[in-house]
């Protein structure tokens, strides 16, 4: 089974921060820790190998992948060995990313993608390609009649306004173009009632929304243990500080409110509850990809005695992301071989803002996941 | 189904807030938080309810128990309005606290232990007594070789010198009096060979050790977070600064290394490594019951990028161990009417160094429970 | 010397708590931890005792004092025993706590003031009384004209518009009747060119701004320290979670402007620089007046390494600022028989936006503090 | 004015990032960032500049400069491009360090060392050697007769055994061959009375004891802070995790109790009583030279309102202590050209456990420091 794997965004931090760890495990130079499907009770022989994904993708940005390299080993998010060693395969990667196409309407980018992402599979005789969105946290987009119907919608791809946010509109082409997509951020993508019908209409699953690399993933044991222990959780308060290109985009009020939502999700639905207090993000230059998340949790125990608890999470966003890109590339992959259609609600342990009703503690999005790969396992024969 | 709760300490902290809490809710005065049985998936017509159960025990001080109500509330430990409310309610219980025996051999007090149980199983007509030790931790005992060999042990107690530690020997004194015992504590309690053989002789339920309250909680989540996410955690450090009678205990050397041992215990179980670091108890009276603990876990991700998480735990020892034991008394009361013999291993959920081999990680610890209270539930026919 | 203290806001959390901690310490059931003046090095003849003050104060609410004790006792604020034990002499303070007068223009609000601290003077036979402002926080006002011409104010507050915010209308009323200003709070007060040369007419000291009770109390020593060893603050980013009254008032984003703007400007003066991040206010009912702030300190050392510190701070800001409260009325009242007029900005270890050029380090502002009691003293022929 | 430093340790991580350091500054490629002479206030003519200081030293290790300094940067301690830039400069000094001489009594050790020093001095032209001592903290030695007399001191090291701990004979030695001394460690150094005799005796300075560089600095400003507001510090309890070749040493129970000592002593000086709580020192080799420290800090506020602090420090101890290695170096070698003799008291601002009796908070240990700079820089005419 021959995989592509197409980023949007491709030049950002956690893009080439994926790419660059697939070609050094490839290359055996660094192992797999952070891949979650390489821990033990994840195996299937249904799942790509880590080394055998071919990459490609778009960006607005020019800036090449070894510079990006460079630069992330520089503020100490890959080890610089690394980064030099992988620099020739990582220029072998740049022919395949190509700047994001400028059209006159939506429709006919929509359409160039497509021809981009035909020309990349054909270019390597691709069995498929998964489409996965890392780039920059939009702002939530204004509701519009033809988010909710597919035959309006394809009309209005072809007035002058846009209709479509940049996430929603790559995953249009990619599912017209017969690929997965996936997406890695909090933005609209293939949460569309219009995309929706797309994809089952041409058969082909997708994921998301919102990698959960720090807090939330924190938030999503953390949270369960209060509620299984029936400790009542009075107040919730956290701010996370984060520099870098996502940082900057999040200090835009539209995006950290999309943002901020998406995190404290997971707290409700966990709890069964409100709790009170907000999650804010501040942006923080100087704090690069190494973002900081501060929260404080009151909770009331036995006969109202009230009591606190605090974490600080110090992580570096690429390094956290990465292999889950990685895992979920192979994941929908798999998914999209053994005929899966429609969200893969299954995958939620990757993501804050899962897709279905779906459980938010940790440990039953984790066996959700198993029941999955389990499922995938057994209908593969060979690659 | 009429249920005694016989606690070893019973004019300590945790058995006072225990007692006067069971008496508050049983009048209505306060809400069950805390107590995991009362939350959605755990209940069971087969588990005495929290008003039914009936107090008594030993304790070595003579401190009267609204004398010591009065001392917690203004320690803040419990609320000064309740500790009022069931001031004549408490004094009930007074009657059935006794001095712990003294005599001169180990039997002799074992019997006279037997003797107690009995009088309160008679006086107030219950159809079993749970003997639950919440006194303070013991250092290690010295190997002894009756603690492997139950007529051994027999002749043994007979002697002049003492063969058991006190938790073990009120274990002993339980189980041959028809009483389930369960240790709260890290003590030794009925974790010896010829007490096993004794309890299932006896045909009767028994559980521990060391109830999970405070960091180590925190730890049976966040660990199995790591390795969920395959980070890889390189330091697990931590310390625990805490006051009340416990904390002046564990400042003891061998207590204090009993009960840091039971504490790294859960990483090594659910990391499938031991990472460096230690986890530290110290005393500082002046926090009383209000334990304060620190954690730093320095973890491995992607191509060996470093990353740091702590956390701060600020609990009230006493509020957070009282409802457990409420709930232990009336899931293991269940459990020996549901005629289950030997080690109850399906509450590791309660503890921190749960008996048998089971799973350290909270949420699978809470399925297993589920699954008891399940099986326990469809035995019962009415109480 | 006789001294009375009027308190804007005299219902409030922390005026409550100065007047029945005064009441207390002058009964002797309580001692003056939390009052600067009472430390080694600050003794002067020339200050009023705390037991001699006499209290009195505006407020739009009406609930009675020791109501709002006995609130204050149950959230933990002070301590029940001695909400009890001063219950009484409270309540004789009750007559002398006015509703704040509404009238159609702001110049019959201000003799309408006047008129209450005369009556108040006379009544308790008062040598001066000091004006304290401990009301919420305002919002920045609109500029006009009027603020910086003393002739064109007094004609402008006959208008029916508003011309000052309610904090600089008090200030004016305070002067005019002769009595010298304190700003507690972020708010106006005296700080107008206008409110300025009227201070300096009627030969009156003031004093502000803002009381320096919790995140930057810390700043004012932490800064000084990373710039006596030259170490170079890259990021200084801090959330404050409040609740209380105070809390929901600076949730309105232009108080919360005034609030924040006034933490921060510490780091520039004793850095030198202005390093990255902010300082967040959030309203958490839940917390009510127990106040956690967190900071996160990124700085670099020798040969560009970075390092890290975080620290977090639970205070109950009415407990911290009620001592000052006591403090700040005895040095003024002091300074004013000593014939000071204008700012006084030798007080600027209270304040957190403190009048004039004047060091922002804790040590250096105590260092003024000990030479302004000082000079008192020598003045002082008893009182 | 040619100034020699020798430096006792020169192969472990503080001596390394000292000389790497001082050469790039030397050679414009970094900033004297952490370095307290170059903050304002502390200029004098009459202190060597960075550039002008040449370093040899003592150590058991051969491990070669450059391979440590590579080590360094490799762990991020020192930044790879100054290691390599500063390579050849480096391996220049790699003549002027020694093994530490093994002879058979401390007497002739100790002439040996002296001879080191002569021949260093010789080929440089030094006007002055300041001898340091950077090496692992040793165990507090056991008293003996002869520290309090030097003639019986110089009898003594005639013998078999050896009478002096090893920073104490190198003390010696140094003060013999007419060096300053100065102890950046908590060993004993030159702090016994024969000792000092000697250093009157040959009208030479010294000055101690423990550089402050992480935890205890921060104590330094909070504990004044504390005090100057009269708030009643109850408990104060930290834990120091580290890794490195000084963490493997402390370690060791005895080195361990000498440094916690040194680093409580702070409080007691400060406050003016002993709070409750403990420093720990713990051991955790993957920290390596990255150290951090949590502290508690519980408070009591106006009426007895309990309140809490916490702060963790992630400091880079060789990034800390390098810088003051040099502000040492230099501030000694001026006060020895002006004529000072015996313990510097006034470089407290430098140390955990400062000679004499002097201030410990850094506030005032700061205008001590810049009053002996004022009056070194009166004295110098030219260097």
Not at 9 to 18: E, H, L
Not at 59 to 70: H, M, R, T, V, W
Not at 87 to 109: F, K, N, Y
């Amino acid at each position: 089974m021959t995989t592509g794997v197409w980023l949007i965004g491709a030049r950002g931090s956690v893009a080439v921060t994926s790419v660059l760890g697939a070609l050094a495990v490839r290359a055996g130079l660094a192992d797999s820790t952070g891949c979650v499907l390489e821990t033990p009770g994840l195996h299937s022989d249904a799942l790509p190998g880590i080394g055998e994904l071919v990459f490609g993708g778009h960006d607005i940005s020019s800036i090449p992948l070894d510079k990006k390299a460079a630069a992330l080993a520089e503020a100490g998010i890959v080890p610089a060995r690394l980064a030099g060693a992988v620099r020739d395969a990582l220029s072998g990667v740049e022919q395949d990313v190509r700047p994001l196409p400028v059209r006159d309407t939506q429709a006919e980018v929509a359409d160039a993608i497509g021809a981009d992402l035909d020309r990349f599979r054909r270019r390597h005789q691709l069995d498929r390609v998964v489409v996965i969105n890392v780039s920059s946290t939009e702002p939530a987009p204004r509701p519009h009649p033809a988010h909710t119907d597919l035959d309006a919608l394809r009309a209005a791809l072809h007035g002058p306004e846009p209709v479509l946010p940049p996430s929603a509109l790559a995953a249009y082409a990619a599912l017209r173009a017969g690929c997965p997509y996936v997406d890695f951020t909090p933005s609209t993508g293939a949460r569309l009632p219009a995309l929706d019908t797309l994809a089952r209409k041409e058969r082909l699953p997708y994921a998301g929304h919102d990698g959960k690399t720090g807090e939330t993933l924190v938030k999503s044991v953390l949270a369960p243990m209060f509620a299984l222990r029936n400790l009542k959780v009075r107040t919730w308060s956290g701010i996370n500080l984060l520099g870098g290109g996502d940082g900057a985009n999040l200090a835009e009020p539209a995006a950290n409110a999309a943002k901020s939502a998406s995190k404290q999700r997971v707290l409700a639905e966990t709890l069964g509850y409100v709790p009170q207090g907000d999650t804010r993000i501040d942006f923080v230059e100087d704090l690069d990809d190494f973002k900081t998340a501060w929260d404080l949790i009151s909770f009331e125990g036995f006969l109202g005695i009230r009591m606190r608890m605090e974490f600080t999470w110090h992580g570096c966003d690429s390094a956290l992301a990465a292999p889950l890109v990685l895992d979920l590339a192979r994941l929908t992959a798999a998914a999209h071989r053994a005929g899966r259609t429609g969200p893969l609600t299954e995958l939620a342990f990757f993501f804050k803002d899962p897709l279905g009703e779906v459980p938010h503690g940790l440990a039953e999005q984790w066996q959700a996941l198993r029941a999955a790969v389990d499922a995938l396992g057994s209908s593969g024969e060979g690659r």
